[in-house]
């Protein structure tokens, strides 16, 4: 994908913005979605019963992994992205697959739209990396209907991918000062946290992505340096010192062994689904707010889909 943006040093001076479109940018986001992430998007329409009509915002949706399969049901979508290349890429993919929606580009931070809104107001591993948490929770909330699905999935905290994004973060550029480690929202009790009691019917449920693509960790690894925009980003970044990026390279094989189990050699990437209704109004918020997560847990057969190197399965938290 070309790109008008640096992803070495030089992205510093570009500003939050900038920064976060350089990353994205790079590599091939749109091909991890379609080889990987692609049963999450499904996923979390399912799981929000999205219907024809709906009025839905996917937030930092990237190249429409939610929004473009929401708006096949006949829902009414806009993709909402701080990164135009991928909302382009989008906007391509949407067309070959008869997908008619909206592209918009927006911070999940201060999200363009009036409140009350949206029926639905979703995001996909998407506005997790947004570095102010209660700031994007609070836009959520404040676009989606009173009544209306907040729907989110989030790496968990301790899962693969938070150790992947743990692990690249030395190699990235320094985050914006203050900015909190998306890796939080993979946390039932602070998602529920963070969304407060103007929301009611808060669920939310582990469940395991399969991922059957890489023999070993080195075949892990090559496709992330290669596709992934943030391993991508962090390797071009130190390009110029060869003893990091051989450390880089021995960190992520050796990561992805530790995950990888089975024949053929499979990885287990859990995530966290949440969802919650806004209340209908101020004086419906019950004094006594449940405060432990529910527990659903969602039939895996539901997400399969064998032709995929993925597979999606659910259990309880
Ligand atoms: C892992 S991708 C997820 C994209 C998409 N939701 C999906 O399921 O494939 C993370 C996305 O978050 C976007 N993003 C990061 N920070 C953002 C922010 N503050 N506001 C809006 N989008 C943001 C990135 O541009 C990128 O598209």
Redesign the pocket.
């Known amino acids: 994908m070309t790109t008008g943006h640096r992803t070495d040093g030089a992205a510093a001076d570009l500003g939050?913005?900038g920064r976060?479109?350089a990353?994205?940018?790079s590599g091939d986001?749109a091909k991890?979605?379609t080889e990987l992430?692609c049963p999450?998007?499904r996923a979390?329409v399912r799981a929000s019963a999205i219907r024809p009509g709906d009025r839905v915002l996917?937030?930092?949706?990237?190249?429409?992994?939610?929004?473009i399969p929401a708006a096949l049901t006949g829902a009414d979508v806009i993709a909402?992205?701080?990164?135009p290349e991928?909302l382009d890429r989008g906007r391509e993919l949407a067309q070959t697959r008869g997908a008619r929606l909206h592209w918009q580009v927006?911070?999940?931070?201060a999200l363009p739209f009036d409140t009350n809104k949206f029926d639905a107001v979703l995001?996909?591993?998407?506005?997790?990396?947004?570095?102010q948490h209660q700031c994007?929770a609070d836009e959520l909330v404040r676009v989606c209907k009173p009544g209306g699905i907040i729907g989110l999935?989030n790496w968990t905290s301790d899962g693969f991918m938070s150790e992947l994004m743990t692990t690249i973060k030395p190699y990235l550029d320094a985050p914006q000062p203050g900015s909190q480690p998306a890796a939080r929202w993979g946390d039932a009790a602070y998602v529920r946290d963070l969304l407060g009691d103007r929301v009611s019917n808060f669920t939310a449920e582990q469940h395991t992505l399969r991922v059957v693509m890489f023999a070993d960790g080195e075949a892990f690894r090559d496709y992330m340096k290669a596709h992934c925009?943030?391993p991508r980003a962090a390797y071009q970044r130190i390009a110029n010192d060869p003893r990091r990026v051989d450390e880089l390279d021995d960190k992520l094989a050796a990561l992805a062994e530790r995950y990888l189990a089975g024949t053929p050699s499979t990885m287990e990437w859990d995530y966290l689904l949440v969802t919650a209704r806004k209340r209908q109004s101020p004086e419906c918020v019950s004094p006594a707010m449940p405060s432990a997560v529910s527990h659903n847990s969602i039939r895996s057969d539901q997400f399969r889909d064998d032709k995929q190197c993925t597979r999606d399965d659910a259990r309880r938290v």
Do not use: K, Q
């Open positions: 939050y913005a976060t479109t990353l994205w940018a986001y991890t979605v992430l999450l998007g979390l996917d937030v930092a949706a990237g190249t429409g992994n939610v929004a909402s992205d701080l990164c991928l927006a911070n999940a931070e995001s996909c591993v998407g506005m997790m990396f947004a570095p994007a999935i925009p943030p």
